[in-house]
């Protein structure tokens, strides 16, 4: 059995697929889409079951390293999902200027993103359906079953009442995780679809301590795809939840070019947790993290060390902001 009460994956696929032409019926839906494996999944599913309602809204600005080029690659050009991207770059840096406290930069980002998201739901709107991808256990944590809450954008603030959604849609609300990337799997994703790392809501503002620049950024990105290359390099990427570089804020003495330099120094954070309540870091063998800081001092000019966070959960949290 599947998900405890259906015959297969492909059973559930179908039950869904006839649920939501039901509850569409024609209509217009919504998706705030973060390119994770719960919301791709329930934007796919949605899609197929009924091409020409659904538009997805991708928000731009706080991403990974080539995370937006992969998304329009995965969801526009193979699988033709409408897809709304916003470069929001340079308007979250703006209300970012000066801001250094973590929970301020928090709580900017997560209304920049529903202002965002509002604009577009407006504009391409009416819009009668919102899809969420909220899985079993976030209905479990809400305490309440038939909860219609709308499920925070990343943990960074949930979406305005007043956009005029009159109901959820929620394919995945029966499924734990793993069952997800089951369904993911099954529905054709790409395996870095299926098993993509989760990601905070604040994106790389929280992993670039202090005041977030368009610079800060730009050799955070550089040096998390680094650890993130090395680590599928090494065949870890199944082995290892979550694994990311952290822009630390600190600057030290470094020797580059024969020549004494003040450099960026950047920390390597890897983890495995089953409920994120608690983390436990990660032994990466010595040989990866040497080829990481090797690879991260000669490759990106301004930094010149590499530490490895060896903090589990208590009492560090997983992010450093």
Same mark, same amino acid.
């Given at each position: ?29 919504? %998706?705030?889409?973060?390119?994770? !494996? ?141 069952? !997800? ?24 503002? $929280?992993? %670039? ?45 470094? $020797? ?66």
């Amino acid at each position: 059995m599947f998900a405890r009460k259906y015959e297969s994956v492909g059973h559930f696929i179908e039950t869904q697929y006839e649920t939501i032409r039901k509850q569409l019926n024609g209509k217009k839906a919504l %998706c705030a889409f973060s390119g994770g !494996v719960d919301s791709a999944v329930s934007a796919l599913m949605v899609h197929r079951a009924s091409p020409g309602s659904l538009v997805c809204v991708f928000v731009d600005g706080l991403m990974r390293l080539n995370e937006r080029k992969r998304i329009e690659e995965i969801y526009e050009q193979i699988f033709e999902i409408p897809l709304v991207i916003i470069n929001g770059q340079n308007y979250f840096l703006d209300q970012l200027r000066g801001v250094t406290d973590p929970e301020v930069k928090r709580k900017i980002i997560g209304e920049g993103y529903i202002r965002l998201f509002e604009e577009q739901a407006i504009k391409r709107g009416p819009f009668e359906f919102l899809v969420q991808g909220t899985i079993y256990p976030d209905v479990a944590e809400s305490g309440d079953d038939k909860s219609a809450l709308i499920k925070s954008h990343h943990n960074v603030g949930g979406l305005p009442d007043r956009l005029p959604f009159s109901e959820l849609i929620e394919p995945l609300r029966e499924l734990y995780k793993n069952e !997800v990337r089951e369904v993911g799997t099954a529905l054709g994703l790409p395996e870095d679809a299926v098993y993509r790392q989760p990601f905070p809501g604040p994106g790389l503002a $929280v992993r %670039c301590v202090g005041e977030v620049t368009a610079e800060k950024l730009e050799i955070l990105r550089r040096a998390d795809f680094i650890v993130r290359d090395e680590i599928k390099n090494a065949g870890l990427s199944r082995d290892i939840w979550q694994y990311f570089a952290i822009l630390t804020g600190v600057r030290s003495t470094g $020797v580059k070019n024969d020549v004494r330099k003040y450099g960026h120094v950047i920390a390597v954070r890897a983890v495995n947790s089953t409920y994120t309540v608690t983390a436990e870091w990660v032994r990466i063998p010595f040989d990866v993290l040497e080829k990481i800081s090797e690879r991260i001092t000669s490759e990106i000019q301004e930094v010149n060390r590499v530490v490895y966070d060896i903090t589990s959960k208590p009492p560090g949290t997983i992010e450093w902001e």
